[in-house]
């Protein structure tokens, strides 16, 4: 089974430029999730999304920040403009269901976002 | 802040030894728990989870506790292995129903062989 695939796996930009991420989950599977982890801490949840409908945001900077799921499988997140404290890994995982009812969730190797 | 924590940052065990990874949590009404392990460059890797209403699981070489009176958990590794040398995460669903994960800020062991 493939796992979560996502691009790229590192950029580097100037603060102010615009980036976007992109994710595709394990094939079948309805939850995403992004997160960002700085280094040397845990991973904080942005967004999550059932299908192409978003379930908590609440975390999600929403004046740079946005995310999007069209169709309900792919999905990207975009930071205009970024700021030097944005630099952190992003973290896509998917999940079947929800946690504990085989809602497992498997994470992407992320992408290393360095903002100069 | 953060809701969940970890008591000692970094931990170095020899390998064959056992070992023990501490995790606070703060919300009284977490109602499961899982533990993350994160490789270099990797994302996080589901080791073990558990549930309110029990206070041990265990799975292959690893174990978890929990103790609600004083909202602690732990992970136990068994034998640990060069392998097992990764940053360790614990999580707890602070969203109910809708399964939110908040993360500790992790312990990082190093097994030396």
């Known amino acids: 089974e493939a796992g979560v695939a996502q691009s790229p796996r590192y950029k580097i930009i100037e603060k102010r430029q615009s980036v976007a991420f992109w994710c595709n989950p394990i094939?079948?599977?309805?939850?995403l999730y992004w997160y960002q982890q700085i280094l040397g801490q845990g991973p904080k949840l942005l967004i999550q999304?059932?299908?192409?409908?978003?379930?908590?945001d609440s975390q999600l900077p929403k004046d740079r920040f946005s995310a999007e799921r069209l169709k309900g499988v792919d999905s990207t997140l975009k930071i205009q403009p970024a700021k030097l404290e944005d630099s952190a890994v992003y973290l896509c995982?998917?999940?079947?269901?929800?946690?504990?009812?085989?809602?497992?969730?498997?994470f992407g190797p992320g992408t290393r976002l360095t903002v100069l | 802040g953060e809701s969940v924590g970890l008591h000692l940052p970094t931990l170095s065990v020899q390998e064959g030894d056992n070992s023990i990874i501490n995790c606070a949590y703060s919300?009284?009404?977490?109602?499961?728990f899982i533990w993350y392990k994160q490789e270099s460059g990797k994302g996080p890797q589901f080791i073990i989870d558990?549930?309110?209403?029990?206070d041990k699981r265990q799975g292959q070489r690893v174990t978890v506790l929990l103790n609600k009176t004083v909202k602690h958990l732990s992970l136990q590794i068994a034998a640990t292995q060069p392998g097992d040398s990764a940053v360790y995460f614990c999580a707890e669903n602070s969203g109910g129903s809708n399964y939110k994960l908040t993360f500790g800020k992790g312990t990082l062991l190093t097994v030396n062989p």
């Open positions: 558990i549930r309110s209403n029990m």
């Open positions: 995982a998917s999940s079947a269901g929800m946690l504990g009812r085989g809602g497992e969730q498997f």
């Open positions: 919300n009284s009404a977490s109602d499961y």
């Open positions: 094939s079948g599977h309805a939850t």
């Open positions: 999304f059932q299908n192409n409908g978003v379930v908590d």
